[in-house]
């Protein structure tokens, strides 16, 4: 791979200056990235429809993710406990900002937020009632997978298709489902068989566009050489 200066590109035009600002389409797709990064589902789509994409995601995230953490701290053992019902205040706070373009400065830290309190509440809730270790980290290697194959993809130019969000649930069918489930006692099946469908929607699906897109079929660009030569 050949040397690029700083300022200077690969195919040797001018230096940029470092303060030159981003073109729209740029934020645009970085923005488009973060959004498919959040994981959505079905619910937060709708309420995102509601504020027509005005409601910053960061703020109203970073309120959830405080309640949500002293809500799981202060116990959910007990099936009717506060944390519990999680999800729902999670929900109404992060879901109005799905459609937001994600365009500003701090929006970055919206997607790795919202991991860590789906994979925080799902592992806390499965730990204090009963289902076994290996399940709970069965599930969430799946979603995991699921996540780093729609970051992957994203960097290559290539966009998960629409229904695969709606397939998956999104982050608040997940977490909603887990609740009830909960409140129903029945939280190691509901695991179990969210886990097994997952699997097969996820890795099939995976595995049908890569395969695709080595055939030629697909289109395939390689982001991180175009972010070198733009660097």
Known sequence: MSTVLPGMSSAGDPPTPANAPVPDAELAYHGSRL??????????????????????????????????????????????????????????????????????RLDWLVPPLMRAIEYGYLA??????????PLVYAFLFVLAYHHYDTVYRTRQRLWPAKWVFVAGLGW????????????????????????????LLFGIESVYTWVRTGTGKGVMVNLEDEEEAGS
Do not use: C, W
């Open 35 to 104: 959004v498919a990064y959040r994981d959505d589902g079905p619910i937060a789509h709708a309420l995102g429809r509601l504020t027509k994409g005005q409601l910053p995601p960061l703020l109203p995230l970073l309120v959830a993710g405080i309640v949500t953490a002293i809500l799981l701290v202060a116990g959910v053992n007990g099936q009717t406990s506060p944390a519990v019902f999680a999800p729902v205040l999670v929900l109404l706070l992060a879901g109005p900002g799905s459609t937001h373009p994600h365009s500003g």
């Open 172 to 199: 608040e069918g997940r977490m909603l489902i887990a609740a009830v489930a909960t409140i129903l006692g029945k939280l190691p099946v509901v695991l179990a068989v969210l886990g097994v469908y997952f699997l």
């Open 124 to 133: 806390t809730l499965g730990f204090a009632h009963g289902v076994s270790k």
